[in-house]
């Protein structure tokens, strides 16, 4: 009996969406305005945080890196334009079916056995709301009840009690409400008007922002005990949930999607230019920057002033010799100190080559990394008339001089301005991360300039460059609003300004620059917990 049981589209779960009865909703809203409410489809890694816990699972088992990748929306997967697709409900369907059905079966016996003498339909409906009330963040209503205990009976006719149990688990983990969650207030509430989240939206959204994962019994607890409505209530959860490991992994992809560096296991390079690359290389580079990000955030609180200007890395034998430097005794991955050319994760080799070309370095990627990701400023994209080719390798000729020439035209010169600059800096790097001092037999012209908001900083070097960005007060404007797009799955609108000086706030409060102090001005700030409700048709 294969269950295939599609989700509902967003709008019509904004109308059937049904949460628990707590208290919260009939308080008075403390904000004016607030985002729209709206529900968001759970992402691939918050899938397996949350099957885990729901089958109790003793390992966490990555079964949904084989679904079907997300896209990308302001550089992040977590957006909240995530749909269910055909594609999509087929993969969800055999993983219940094939994969966490019949291990879920096992793990929960004991919710489902009954024991001699007890009523079975009594045993089935406690099961439906356990399993229920973990996969859908919520206590289960009456009609969620009342469709899961249908399917039970249906599948009971035919069925031990064990494989009617696997039915029931495969409907729920294929279920709108487990895939979804929501953000919409109290259910029946007046239309267009500022509410508040239900405690377990509260609970739910509170943990997927710091962990990336449901909330866990300490926090399902505080939901239902009405606990989460002062920020301070707030603020101690979050600050629990940060020293876990799912919240460094969580934030471990926030930081590599800031920077850009998912795509590490597809690059590929001329091996007759860059003689240095090779699968090893590209493992141990990438190996390199996940080992140090993991450092940061375990050891240093996830101090993005760390990430920025750290004097070592975390590097293998070829690591160490592809940046002159010691290596560890055996040559396997441990704390090196960087060289003086090299200073924090900006001149490492996986951030390099990820913004180069296949055959050369590539001072327009580079320098729209930085004004992108660092400092958050918008580049249009070219004009339409603007062929988008780069030049071609001249052995005669440094890189920084075929694309001075190149992006030389008056319709380019506008953003040009702002990304030759920096990415002309990075020109002692090649393509490939390597240092450099010449480039074809002539000197490399590593000097450049970076406008901020009290002027131009002038520097010679990457490594000049990322000391600069570590102590910008531009950056530390920035990361907060890139841990929001993350986090909260959008961009930025007006209402979200007093929340954003919040986050900002909190972040600048310490000098080593925490990402998980701007978690917490964001879980703390009551536009958090409010939403404007939608409006009738």
Partial sequence: MRIIR???????????????????????????????????????????????????????????????????????????????????????????????????????????????????????RSFIRALGARAFRRPVTAEDEK????????????????????????????????????????????????????????????????????????????????????????????????????????????????????????????????????????????????????HVLINEGGSVKELLSANYTFANGLMSLFYGTSMTPDGSFGRVPLPENRVGILTHASVLTTYALFDSSSPIRRGKFVLTRLLCREIPPPPPSVIIIPPAVNPDSTTRARFAAHTDNPTCAGCHRQLDPIGFGMEDYDGLGKYRTTENGLDVDASGSVEHANGKFTFTGGAELARWLASSEDVADCVPLQLFRYVMGRDEDTVDGPMLTDMRSRFRADPKLKLGDALVGLVRSPYFVHRRTTSPE
């Fill in 6 to 124: 599609y989700c509902l589209p967003a709008a019509l779960l904004l109308v059937t969406a049904s949460c628990s009865g707590d208290t919260s909703g009939g308080d008075p809203p403390e904000v004016s305005e607030a985002s729209p409410a709206r529900v968001r489809r759970i992402t691939r890694a918050e899938y397996d945080n949350s099957v885990y816990g729901i089958v109790k699972n003793p390992t966490l088992v990555p079964m949904a890196q084989l679904f079907a990748p997300e896209d990308a929306i302001l550089g992040y997967t977590t957006h909240d334009r995530l749909q269910v697709t055909p594609l999509l409900a087929d993969q969800l369907d055999s993983a219940a079916e094939r994969n966490w059905g019949p291990v879920a079966v096992n793990n929960l016996a004991s919710e489902y056995s009954c024991a001699a003498g007890q009523n079975e339909e009594d045993c089935a």
């Fill in 147 to 294: 469709d899961l205990l249908e399917l039970w009976r249906s599948a009971r006719k035919d069925a031990d009690p064990k494989k009617a149990a696997e039915y029931v688990i495969q409907a729920v983990l294929t279920s709108a409400s487990f895939l979804y969650r929501t953000e919409l207030g109290e259910p029946g509430g007046p239309a267009n008007k500022v509410v508040w989240l239900t405690q377990q939206e509260i609970a739910t959204a509170l943990a997927y922002s710091v962990t990336g994962a449901p909330p866990d019994e300490e926090l399902t607890a505080a939901a239902a005990a009405g606990q989460l409505k002062t920020a301070d209530a707030r603020e101690a959860q979050a600050r629990r949930l940060l020293k876990t490991e799912a919240s460094q992994r969580y934030l471990q992809r926030f930081i590599m999607e800031w920077l850009g560096l998912t795509g590490l296991e597809s690059i590929n390079k001329n091996n007759q230019v860059f003689p240095d690359f090779s699968q090893t290389f590209k493992l141990s580079a990438r190996a390199e920057t996940m080992t140090f990000i993991d």
